[in-house]
């Protein structure tokens, strides 16, 4: 009887050892590894990009001024460059110029669908109204719980007015689920001073469709750490008409039930300065 209770809280002992260290195991794994979860890039990008502070700033007038930005966004989309686009299109089909490439129908159609945040149209830059494009990153190891009417689950207060209304117009049963996205300006005087943003392609939802992200539910454990061989889906943000002469915090976000919100963090949101001379 004495050996049985001897043996029992060796077993208890053993047990909580293993438990100590697994707990400091996975602290100092979690302290050690890169977080690598969700993240909105924006692009284009400066050389000296700075994810706290990243800014874009030009003179509509000067094309010397806007020019760098448009050849960064030229650089940034040349992998997505193809004659058979997607339905709905995945990015702008061609980074080169009307005048520049051979018309393919089916091309231009995509192109159109995404003007003026295209290269016809100098991603807006030469207007002084700049497009602005965002992708997801990181989510490998991310199993998305996407935000639609199908589930009869309530939606979040601030949640912003087009989105609900886009989930009512596509419910997710017939037309699949989407990450939501949203941008307007940071604080309260970048919210006045923004202007109106639309979202590119117009008449499609503000958002990133599911079926088209390589999240972990659709890849073997062993495909997790690779990248993807198709370039994510991405949304163009114009800023139709943002105040110029002024620096305008803004702030993009996704929406999905199993990311929270922190305005302190980089998981699944971005922040960038815009100014316009």
Same mark, same amino acid.
């Given at each position: 009887?004495?050996?049985?209770?001897?043996?029992?809280?060796?077993?208890?002992?053993?047990?909580?050892?293993?438990?100590?260290?697994?707990?400091?195991?996975?602290?100092?794994?979690?302290?050690?590894?890169?977080?690598?979860?969700?993240?909105?890039?924006?692009?284009?990008?400066?050389?000296?990009?700075?994810?706290?502070?990243?800014?874009?700033?030009?003179?509509?007038?000067?094309?010397?001024?806007?020019?760098?930005?448009?050849?960064?966004?030229?650089?940034?989309?040349?992998?997505?460059?193809?004659?058979?686009?997607?339905?709905?299109?995945?990015?702008?089909?061609?980074?080169?110029?009307?005048?520049?490439?051979?018309?393919?129908?089916?091309?231009?159609?995509?192109?159109?669908?995404?003007?003026?945040?295209?290269?016809?149209?100098?991603?807006?830059?030469?207007?002084?109204?700049?497009?602005?494009?965002?992708?997801?990153?990181?989510?490998?190891?991310?199993?998305?719980?996407?935000?639609?009417?199908?589930?009869?689950?309530? !939606? %979040? $207060? @601030?949640? +912003?007015?087009?989105?609900?209304?886009?989930?009512?117009?596509? &419910?997710?049963?017939?037309?699949?689920?989407?990450?939501?996205?949203?941008?307007?300006?940071?604080?309260?005087?970048?919210?006045?001073?923004?202007?109106?943003?639309?979202?590119?392609?117009?008449?499609?939802?503000?958002?990133?469709?599911?079926?088209?992200?390589?999240?972990?539910?659709?890849?073997?454990?062993?495909?997790?750490? !690779? %990248? $993807? @061989?198709? +370039?994510?889906?991405?949304?163009?943000?114009?800023?139709?008409? &943002?105040?110029?002469?002024?620096?305008?915090?803004?702030?993009?976000?996704?929406?999905?039930?199993?990311?929270?919100?922190?305005?302190?963090?980089?998981?699944?949101?971005?922040?960038?300065?815009?100014?316009?001379?």
């Amino acid at each position: 009887m004495g050996l049985e209770k001897r043996t029992i809280k060796i077993i208890v002992i053993v047990a909580v050892i293993l438990v100590v260290i697994g707990t400091i195991l996975g602290l100092l794994l979690g302290l050690l590894l890169p977080i690598r979860y969700v993240e909105l890039e924006v692009w284009p990008r400066s050389d000296e990009y700075n994810s706290e502070e990243p800014l874009i700033y030009f003179r509509a007038n000067d094309p010397g001024s806007w020019h760098p930005w448009y050849k960064k966004i030229n650089d940034f989309l040349r992998v997505y460059e193809t004659s058979v686009p997607e339905e709905p299109p995945r990015a702008p089909c061609s980074v080169n110029r009307q005048d520049q490439r051979l018309p393919v129908p089916q091309c231009e159609q995509a192109l159109a669908m995404w003007a003026p945040c295209n290269a016809d149209h100098f991603y807006g830059y030469a207007d002084g109204r700049p497009c602005v494009f965002l992708r997801l990153s990181h989510i490998h190891y991310w199993v998305p719980e996407p935000y639609n009417v199908t589930l009869q689950l309530p !939606l %979040p $207060d @601030d949640m +912003p007015h087009n989105i609900k209304e886009a989930m009512r117009q596509r &419910p997710a049963h017939q037309f699949g689920d989407f990450i939501w996205v949203s941008c307007d300006g940071e604080f309260s005087s970048d919210k006045e001073n923004v202007g109106t943003i639309q979202y590119i392609p117009i008449g499609f939802p503000p958002g990133f469709p599911a079926s088209r992200l390589h999240t972990a539910d659709r890849l073997t454990y062993s495909a997790r750490s !690779l %990248p $993807d @061989d198709v +370039p994510g889906p991405l949304i163009g943000v114009f800023f139709e008409n &943002p105040k110029r002469g002024l620096v305008i915090n803004v702030e993009c976000r996704i929406w999905t039930r199993d990311i929270y919100y922190n305005p302190t963090s980089r998981t699944g949101r971005a922040r960038f300065e815009l100014h316009v001379e």
